[in-house]
Each structure stands twice: as C-alpha cells, then as structure tokens.
C-alpha cells in the first residue's frame, strides 16, 4: 500500500508548484541561469525514513544553509564561551548580507548572517592531516550521510563577484574579530558556500539535526548534543534573516534558507524538511520553500508549540492475531484454517499522543505490510490523545485500506475515532476491546477462505466444541441432562462468590466477565460467545465464582446443574470423568491463550 503522506505530499508539491512568484539569485553568475522549475520536496524522519517527490536528486549549491552546520563544527572545536566572545546569538534583524556589526567590539550579531559566518568560518582550524576546509566538508558530508563536492566553477564566480563578503573579512578582521589574513577564511567560506547538494542531502542533514546530531542512517554521532541545542537555537531566532519573527510565527521550526534555493526546517526528535525551488522573495528565500514549510506546518501541526511533546514511541506493537487467538473454541479444522492464515491479520498497537511523528510511524508500518494481509487492526486503548493531522491520517488510510482490497478495524472504547472516521466517509468495523476485535477477524478469514468452516451463531450443547473429546452418544446424554436459560444484555448470570451452581454451555449471544480492579472498579477479563462455557472454575478452592459474568447482548444458555454433576459422580463416573476430561482440556485451550498474550505483552 502507498502512504498517504507520499500521496499529501504528491498533492501539496501539484499545488504549489503552479506558484510562480520569485526570481533565480543572479548576483552570482555562475547561478543566474538555473531552471526556475525545480521543484522538490524531502520529509527525513528522525529514525531516516524519507518521503520524497519532485527534483529532490537535482543539485545545486548549498549557500548560506552552510552556516548551522559550520557554527556547530565552531563550537564544537572551541566551546561555546570562546565562540561566544567573537559572535553573538542576537536576532539582527537585517538581511543576510548586512553588515551587522556591534558597535565598538565589532561583533557580529549572530552566525547565520554573512558576517557571523565568516568569523565561525575563521575559528576552525585544520586537523589530524585535513585543512579547514576538508575538515568543513567532511563534517556536511557525515551530516548528508554521503560525500560531497564543491563545484569550483561556482566558488571561482563567488570569489570574483563576491565583493561585500570581501569587504567584511577584512571589516572583521580591523576589529580583531578575524584574528588572522582574512583572504583564506574569505576563500574558505566561498567554497563551503559552493558544496553542492540535493534535497535528499539537505533533509538528512536536518533529520540528523533533528535526531539529536546522530546521522539516523549511518548512526555517527557528527555533532554533541549541546551544540546541536545551540545551533537549533539560533537557527529559530536567526535563521530566517529579517523575516524571523514572521516564520517562526507561521512555520514554527528552527529553519535556514540559501540564495541556491534550498530550504530546511528541523522538528527536534520527529522530522527534518528539505525544500528545492530556486526562484527568491525579498528575503532570499525560496518561495515555494516558504509555501511548502507553511502548508506543512498547518496540515501536519509541526509548528512547535502543538508538536512540542512527542510523548511515548507511538507504536508500541505490531503482531498477527496467531499470537493473541480470540480463545473461541474452533473445530479443528477451522482452527488449522486459522493457523494457516493468521498472519493475514495484523494488529498495530499504539500508545501516547498521535501527533504527526506518532501518525507518521502508524501509516508508515501500515505502507510496509505484506501483500497478504487482509484485515488490520488498531488497537487504540493505550492512546492519549489523538491530533486533527492524526485522523486525517487515519481517514485516508482506511480508503487506501479498502482501494487495495484491505478492512481496517479500530479497537477504541471511547468510540471517538470510528465516529469521526465515519463522519469523514470511512466507516470502519469498531470494538471496545482488542478480544472482541480478534473475534471479529477469525469470523472474516473463515468467510474469506474457509465459508463452510463459519461457526453457526447458534450452538447446541451436543454440538459444542467443549463437549468434542466425547463421543456422539455421550454427548447427546450430557445435553438431555441440561436446562435452557435466557438472559437479556446486562443481566448478571453469576457474581463475585456465588457458590457453585454448575457448567453453562453458550448457546448464543455473549457474555462479558469482570473482577474487581486494584481501585475497586469492575476490570473487563474477556468475552465469551457461542460454542465456550463458564462457571466450572468455580469448583477451585472453596467451589466459589472468581469473577461476575454479565450478558453482553442477549444470550441463550444451557446449564448442566451442579446437582446432576454430582449425580453422575456418584452413580455413572464413566461419563462424569469424559466430562471432566473435556472440561478440562477446554481450560487448557484458555491458559495457553491467556499465555500467548501474556508473551505479546512481555516482548513489547
């Protein structure tokens, strides 16, 4: 199945893509001829999963999106105090190539300002047998997760035409700023401005930002955690020049644009965004860069302040109903048939708040499934809260679901994503509990490939599963010797202590059983149907009911009374041991049910 964010992001790229505002950066010749419709867009997770569509392998020049990454190198060689004393972290509100300098000092207001890159440019040193620039390169390069080049016709135009950066270095170094011959540093910051790079390249450099300085791809550790703190905190304040404010208002993520056309944005811990479009506004930003970043934003809730808690790792499990079975006694050959297709029925456990990164994780497992698996499963009771970007997720995955022959089914005792699920024109099969839903997907595979295997709705008790260890004969005896009883949904069959009354054998319907919880409140153990028995493990300890049996809809029974047990003991114990026999392999079937959730639970 495709994801639906490959789909939004297809939709969104269609859209703006007819916006056609802006102009190519042309004070560099070596770029002022570059096609204005390149157009791409990467989304990097912070595990480096990447979503992609468009010109996202078409290279370009990577510019002033250069400054984060050198300023964290800066302060990972120097420390944050001796980068501090040579340049500030003040938003300067000018554009990119202003001469932003403190009045005395000469300090320029922050790195992502020409000035302030040139002087992070000036505080690196050459190292373990690299220059400076080597050292520069490699570190994008770890950042990127593949080796990159600078295009030397590019840096050799920005060398020549260049003359304000020219004029800076030299600025810089009168105030002592730039401690050395500032001609190397200028050529130094050319070419770290000249690395040419892709959108896939910018967003798994911004995804590694996002993931704490670890590259999710090559898990190397390219930059400490502290200076990734700084350089994402710059970036939210600085990163967009004179237009700071206004995005940090509208997008909400740490972000850096480039005269090349590049744009990145960083969510800490969920995303890295990468935008290609070279046309500019009045800031140097890539307008559709701008565009796409905004809609995103809106769509996806990625502006920090509703993305800010990530919460638990939404996906707390992925498993087939083979290693959680409804504990609905089968024949044997439909419970082979089940056996044999279990794995066509998968159930995804989720957790904690579903917000974009949550709902990015559920629709990326649901993309990955086999081509069999018919029938899936969400199990939601674990879930917190549940974003608009979230159901929307949800809705267009259910119609993905469907178009590719696929049900979804949702367990949610609270009920509220089915109904906006359904409000939104997917209806799904809902269920306030995981047991009922499993139920609900034996019954579809055996529809699906086994018709005539189908449990009937009504069982009687010489047909019951419980009863098949005997022979036919005994069978029939057994159920001569029963009662019909009938109960409405909410009836109370047995409670909490009752004695020992006798076997009851579901004809029809279910019943719901509950134990008191540690606060006292009723817990939900699991939901019986047709063809299942309770109450013989009331003949435990002191012969006492262990839990309260409701009806759970209406339900028809049959009840081989405690008085006729204790008849056949006495006068036929041939056909009371059969029974007990029977009884208790049927109670076995329950405990190695019991156990195999149990080891779902222990491995998640």
Request: charged share 25%.
């Amino acid at each position: 199945m495709d994801s639906p964010i490959e789909h939004y992001l297809q939709r969104i790229h269609a859209e703006i893509a007819g916006l056609k505002d802006g102009q190519p950066y042309s004070s560099i010749p070596a770029m002022a001829h570059v096609d204005p419709d390149h157009f791409g867009i990467v989304l990097a997770t912070a595990d480096g999963y990447v979503y992609e569509v468009g010109d996202t392998r078409e290279e370009f020049s990577i510019q002033s999106i250069s400054k984060p990454f050198t300023y964290g190198l800066a302060l990972a060689d120097r420390g944050m105090e001796e980068v501090d004393a040579k340049v500030d972290v003040e938003p300067s509100g000018d554009s990119f190539n202003e001469i932003s300098l403190a009045e005395g000092t000469g300090r320029p207001a922050n790195a992502m300002i020409n000035a302030g890159a040139l002087t992070a440019t000036s505080l690196l040193r050459g190292a373990g047998g690299n220059s400076r620039f080597k050292r520069i390169l490699n570190t994008y390069s770890a950042f990127a997760g593949r080796q990159l080049s600078v295009s030397e016709r590019i840096y050799q135009s920005e060398l020549k035409s260049g003359h304000r950066n020219h004029a800076l270095g030299y600025l810089l170094r009168s105030f002592d700023i730039i401690e050395s011959d500032p001609a190397p540093v200028i050529q130094d910051y050319f070419r770290q401005c000249s690395v040419m790079v892709n959108a896939l390249d910018l967003a798994m450099m911004a995804a590694t930002l996002a993931n704490a300085g670890r590259n999710p791809l090559t898990n190397d550790q390219v930059l400490d955690i502290a200076s990734v703190e700084r350089v994402l905190s710059v970036m939210a304040t600085c990163g967009m020049y004179d237009d700071a404010g206004s995005w940090m208002s509208s997008v909400g993520m740490p972000a850096k644009s480039g005269v090349g056309g590049g744009t990145i944005a960083v969510l800490p811990g969920q995303i890295g965004l990468a935008v290609y479009s070279p046309p500019l506004d009045g800031h140097g930003s890539s307008v559709r860069g701008v565009a796409v970043s905004q809609r995103l934003s809106h769509d996806l809730e990625l502006h920090f302040v509703r993305a800010g808690r990530t919460g638990k790792s939404a996906l707390r499990g992925s498993y087939d109903i083979g290693t959680t079975p409804s504990g609905i006694r089968r024949s044997e050959d439909a419970a082979a048939l089940l056996r044999a297709n279990a794995h066509r029925a998968r159930i995804l456990e989720l957790n904690g708040d579903l917000l974009f990164a949550g709902a990015e994780a559920m629709v990326r497992e649901l993309a990955s499934l086999e081509d069999d698996v018919v029938l899936v499963v969400l199990d939601l009771r674990s879930v917190d809260e549940v974003s608009g970007v979230a159901l929307r997720m949800f809705n267009e995955a259910a119609s993905m679901l469907a178009v590719s022959g696929r049900q979804l089914a949702v367990v949610d005792s609270a009920g509220d994503v089915p109904a906006a699920l359904a409000e939104g024109g997917q209806p799904v099969a809902a269920f306030g509990t995981r047991s009922a839903a499993v139920e609900w997907c034996e019954e579809e595979l055996l529809r699906r490939y086994g018709a005539d295997l189908v449990q009937p709705e009504r069982i009687l008790p010489a047909d019951s599963p419980a009863l098949a260890p005997l022979d036919a004969e005994a069978a029939k005896d057994l159920a001569g010797r029963m009662e019909e009883l009938s109960y409405q949904d909410g009836d109370v069959i047995r409670r909490i202590g009752q004695r020992f009354s006798g076997v009851y054998f579901i004809a029809s319907g279910h019943v719901q059983t509950l134990m008191p919880g540690p606060s006292g409140h009723r817990v939900k153990l699991n939901r019986l149907g047709a063809g299942m028995t309770f109450g013989e493990m009331a003949l435990g300890e002191d012969k006492r009911q262990e839990t309260t049996v409701k009806a759970d809809g209406d339900v028809t029974l049959w009840r081989l009374p405690a008085e006729e047990i204790s008849r056949m003991e006495e006068n036929e114990p041939r056909l009371a041991l059969q029974l007990w026999r029977a009884l208790t392999q049927d109670a076995y079937t329950r405990v190695e049910q019991y156990l195999r959730e149990t080891a779902v639970r222990v491995e998640d």
